[in-house]
């Protein structure tokens, strides 16, 4: 894993090799990093955190997975009829703490990885 | 490592422990891409502004809808009565169910769409509460558009029954047949210890010919053995 050893954990390096992806997988079976995938009244939405692949730093990304996209029948039915089994969410890290070289105005170290999460239907909410 | 040497084909245990714990998560099969990240933030952009854009529609709806349901009210108010003023009874029985139901319809459509744009939710929510039933602010916001696209979808339903309701009202007056012209007046004759009351058909020097409803042949009375002899506004 060149990228992991080479690339300084402290700098700002924007960076989504297969290795974080992999470090990331590694960190949800110890619980150092934790992630939820749930639909309620057909909305999709994913929360990923913990502690950041690369730079350890805490990380807590919220993401909403459903948008309205048109006015005709089939807009709220994409939304409460494509849930998935399983989502796939990519993460960056957006941690509080500031990395040298950092553009101004951005947060993290920018490394992004994947996470492949089940999806839990929350009981009473489909609409 | 690239993502084909971390292949479902090269970690048979991908999708179990260990490393995937008990959190029911899978190995992704590849890192995203650099145009994934960026359709993922073009996407987040997208589910902020379905509220606003659900509503956006829903007022361009409502102003052309309003702006219709004036004109129709209008027409019904200026030119309804004239219209079915020649119609018999159970046409115009028929033509008021249609201009009814379409007017009932669009009112309902009406009120779908001024739904859709300012919701109807007036309870004080938290962001806990808000947080315990959605899971995230976002979240919620989409479930206000997805609420408000139903209704959106629901009044453009109504709105185009409303307008098939008023489409056949307006056939139906086209083509409904007019009522029999009732007669001015009818006469009633009193002729050899009888009266008989009915429409002049005719009438000569000697006798009139009068049409009694119900009777199979028109009667003709004598001038001579006419007693009395009245005008009146109907038979009963």
Known sequence: ?127 | MTAEDASPAARPDAEGPPGAGDSGARLPQRAPSRAELAERDRFAELTTGSLASVRGSAQAWRNGLAASLTLIITGFVVAGRSVTRDLSTGWRLGVTLCFGAGLALALAGLWLTLAAEAGTDTRKRTLASIRAEHGTLAAYEVSLAARAATRLRRGRQAVALALCSLLAGVVVTWWAPAAAPSPAAYLEVTAVGHIWCGELLSGNGSSIRLYISGQHSDIVIPLDQMSNLQIRASCR
Not at chain 1, 27 to 34: S, T
Not at chain 1, 89 to 99: G, K, L, N, Y
Not at chain 1, 102 to 127: D, I, K, N, Q, W
């Open chain 1, 1 to 127: 894993m060149s990228n992991h050893e080479t690339a300084g954990q402290d700098a700002y390096h924007e960076d989504s090799d297969y290795s974080w992806t992999e470090i990331a997988f590694e960190e949800l079976g110890r619980g150092e990093l934790r992630g939820e995938v749930t639909a309620r009244k057909g909305v999709v939405s994913s929360r990923v955190w913990g502690s950041c692949p690369r730079c350890r730093h805490a990380v807590d990304d919220e993401q909403t997975h459903s948008a309205i996209t048109g006015l005709g029948a089939s807009a709220t039915r994409g939304v409460r009829d494509d849930v998935p089994d399983h989502l796939t969410v990519d993460v960056t890290c957006r941690c509080a703490e500031r990395h040298a070289g950092a553009p101004s105005g951005v947060s993290g170290c920018g490394v992004s990885f994947r996470v492949e999460l089940p999806v839990h239907v929350v009981p009473g909410s489909r609409s």
